[in-house]
């Protein structure tokens, strides 16, 4: 198992990219909007760890509604795993709920997946597949 990302929830993300960056030291490495899920991604290199600042660019999408309950922060923990489909059918025999049963094109051009953090110790658990 290996680390892909940890997702962080923010507001703003001229702000984050900012204080991730000239305050914390990381490096700006790919920053992009998807239109469909209403969000702005920033993925800063902290020393080998990718962190991605997630800013909602439209109201009323899952986002703003995750920062209305919960305000910023950990937002998920993404994993990289090597075949999508494979992966979601061990996790739901091992009795996580997904949240996307089907894998869809996130960031970066990757197929990802999500499974409810109900079944996750509280953490929603990103999958992702590396592009081919």
Sequence with gaps: MKVDHVGI???????????????????LVHREELAEEG????F??????????LAPTAEGGSLGRFLES???????LAFEVADI???LRNAE?????PVDRHPR??????????????????VLIELVEPQA
């Design 9 to 27: 929830a923010v507001r703003n993300i001229e702000d984050a990219v900012k204080a991730y960056t000239s305050t914390f030291g990381g490096r």
């Design 39 to 42: 969000v702005t991604v920033a």
């Design 44 to 53: 800063v290199d902290a020393g080998g760890v990718l962190l991605e600042l």
């Design 70 to 76: 919960r305000g910023g922060g950990l937002h998920h």
């Design 85 to 87: 489909q494979r992966a």
């Design 93 to 97: 025999r091992a009795g996580h709920l």
């Design 105 to 122: 094109r996130g960031s970066r051009g990757r197929l990802i997946a999500f499974l409810h953090p109900s079944t996750a110790g509280g």
